[in-house]
T-cell receptor
Framework: GNSVTQMEGPVTLSEEAFLTINCTYT??????LFWYVQYPGEGLQLLLK?????DKGSNKGFEATYRKETTSFHLEKGSVQVSDSAVYFC????????????FGPGTSLSVIP | DTEVTQTPKHLVMGMTNKKSLKCEQH?????MYWYKQKAKKPPELMFV???????INESVPSRFSPECPNSSLLNLHLHALQPEDSALYLC???????????????FGPGTRLTVL
């Protein structure tokens, strides 16, 4: 079946620290991969995406590379800000079932000044 | 207009009440979704409408009844809910798939539901 595993945290970092949130997936075929972010009290927003192997998604200083060989899609940011405090969800969308997005458990990030 | 709106923002209801949640998008999207999200958990898919027809029902109890009156509107009718149904209910939409290979969903801010 399809599933997503990610480090659950909570993760606490100081401002300007380097961020990595690990995400690995299990899927039939080659799914599309996403990172969504949920700020406190809000819905989810798409942060970045990658649709095929070796694609790199990037947005707002965040990056993630679709690694087929390790079935991973780790999220990174070189210098986090307090405003990045949120819950981050890794997700996949199977090519055979476009309407189903499978979410990982989410990683709560707190950035302290 | 690139947003999904949801009303109400908050809803408190008793177990015998009937209420409805509303979702609206004006992006011309062909699919609309209802998710349930409990605190500190990922969203759980409940229903999917594709071109105004129910295409996925994830074995949701009948006390939740979705309705898609037109391509821009999605309702979720609630009746005889239980306290464990208290959660954030999220609506999402996505564009037609022609020429694309991925399903990018746009989420609304959610309705925070409390069942007493």
């Amino acid at each position: 079946g399809n599933s997503v595993t990610q480090m659950e945290g909570p993760v606490t970092l100081s401002e300007e620290a380097f961020l990595t949130i690990n995400c690995t997936y299990t899927a039939t075929g080659y799914p599309s991969l996403f990172w969504y972010v949920q700020y406190p009290g809000e819905g989810l927003q798409l942060l970045l995406k990658a649709t095929k192997a070796d694609d790199k998604g990037s947005n707002k200083g965040f990056e993630a590379t679709y690694r087929k060989e390790t079935t991973s899609f780790h999220l990174e940011k070189g210098s986090v800000q307090v405003s990045d405090s949120a819950v981050y969800f890794c997700a996949l969308s199977p090519k055979t079932s476009y309407d189903k997005v499978i979410f990982g458990p989410g990683t709560s990030l707190s950035v302290i000044p | 207009d690139t947003e999904v709106t949801q009303t109400p923002k908050h809803l408190v209801m008793g177990m015998t009440n009937k209420k409805s949640l509303k979702c609206e998008q004006h992006m011309g999207h062909r699919a609309m979704y209802w998710y349930k999200q409990k605190a500190k958990k990922p969203p759980e898919l409940m229903f999917v409408y594709s071109y105004e027809k129910l295409s996925i029902n994830e074995s949701v109890p009948s006390r939740f009844s979705p309705e898609c009156p037109n391509s821009s509107l999605l309702n979720l009718h609630l009746h005889a809910l239980q306290p464990e149904d208290s959660a954030l209910y999220l609506c999402a939409s996505s564009a037609p798939l022609q020429g694309r290979t991925y399903n990018e969903q746009f989420f609304g801010p959610g309705t925070r539901l409390t069942v007493l």
